[in-house]
């Protein structure tokens, strides 16, 4: 499936939903799915408590696990058989989901020697050879497709970061890596914004980035269902600003494998449904690597084969009274 969240003119709560017709529509799968219980002969507001509980967020859906997406899809199949779809062209899309966590990761080798070898003259730390890295995020400032993001006001230097997402879809903890993937709900583009002179300033001190990077992270357009790629190392990703390209990689050049990272983050630690994590930056994925940043007024879009195109404009800072 490809699930979204999305927004309509008089409703400002978020429906989760999912992309038919080529993704030139969508359907509300909380209400097609009360709407057969009552068929089925439930109260109505019976039903409308049921498919809450299962439909209301995309978390829901998530930690409801396989049986949640039998009821997703049949919801789904109903709404677009009986023409109960709504064009793209009305709704807002939003984030298609508000994360439990965020993490985020540098694993793959040619971006971090562009990072570390050219940007500070030093060598990778035999270190990035043992393990998985990563740094935990801040869930609450994620965006959607087309959201517009008003850089923070301490920073002058804007980048973006050509990354795939990951969500999880079950408790676990000390997962083995053979069976880590497995534990993987679905993808999405995901945009690690980052401040790079902030960056600068919090690096060298040891405890990982937060300014740079906590103020915003965009994610979508939708969340695709694992069924739905047909090679998670294969995925052929791009980013463009303002209509030029200005990086291409692909998912399969990744050094550090989802399986040993999830295998690492579950080490003696929870996993939780709904967690998102970043595959950190590809070759070449991001302004720092090649001597440009973004401006006022930029629009980035983070594209991935199988997902779709993630799309911001970034402005200049608000200014405050």
Request: proline share 5%.
């Amino acid at each position: 499936m490809r699930l979204v969240r999305y927004t309509q003119e008089k409703v400002e709560v978020p429906r989760v939903g999912a992309f038919v017709n080529g993704d030139s529509a969508v359907v509300d799968l909380c209400a097609s799915y009360r709407d057969s219980l009552v068929e089925d002969g439930a109260s109505r507001p019976r039903a409308a408590a049921m498919a809450a509980a299962v439909l209301g967020e995309t978390n829901d859906l998530i930690e409801a696990g396989s049986r949640g997406l039998d009821i997703a899809r049949a919801a789904s199949e109903r709404a677009e058989r009986l023409g109960e779809t709504i064009s793209v062209a009305e709704v807002t899309l939003t984030a298609p989901l508000i994360p439990t966590r965020l993490r985020d990761c540098i694993a793959f080798e040619t971006h971090m020697r562009n990072f570390v070898v050219d940007q500070k003259g030093e060598e990778i730390p035999p270190e990035w050879y043992e393990h998985p890295v990563y740094y935990k995020g801040n869930p609450r400032t994620v965006i959607g497709t087309d959201e517009v993001l008003a850089w923070p006001r301490y920073s002058e230097t804007w980048d973006y970061e050509l990354e795939l997402g990951v969500v999880l879809g079950r408790d676990a903890v000390d997962v083995g890596a053979g069976e880590a993937e497995a534990q993987i709900f679905g993808l999405t583009c995901f945009n690690d914004f980052s401040a790079r002179d902030a960056q600068r300033q919090e690096v060298p001190i040891g405890c990982g980035p937060s300014k740079a990077k906590d103020f915003a992270t965009g994610i979508g357009p939708c969340l695709v269902t694992m069924d739905e790629i047909p090679d998670l190392y294969d995925l052929e990703m791009e980013a463009r600003i303002n209509g030029e390209t200005w990086s291409k990689g692909n998912s399969g050049e990744i050094f550090w494998r989802f399986d040993k990272i999830i295998e690492r983050m579950s080490a003696s630690e929870p996993l939780v449904p709904g967690e998102i994590f970043g595959s950190g930056t590809v070759a070449n994925g991001c302004g720092l690597e090649h001597g440009r940043f973004l401006t006022d007024g930029d629009v980035v879009e983070i594209e991935i084969s199988h997902i779709g195109v993630l799309r911001n404009r970034v402005v200049a800072p608000r200014t405050t009274a």
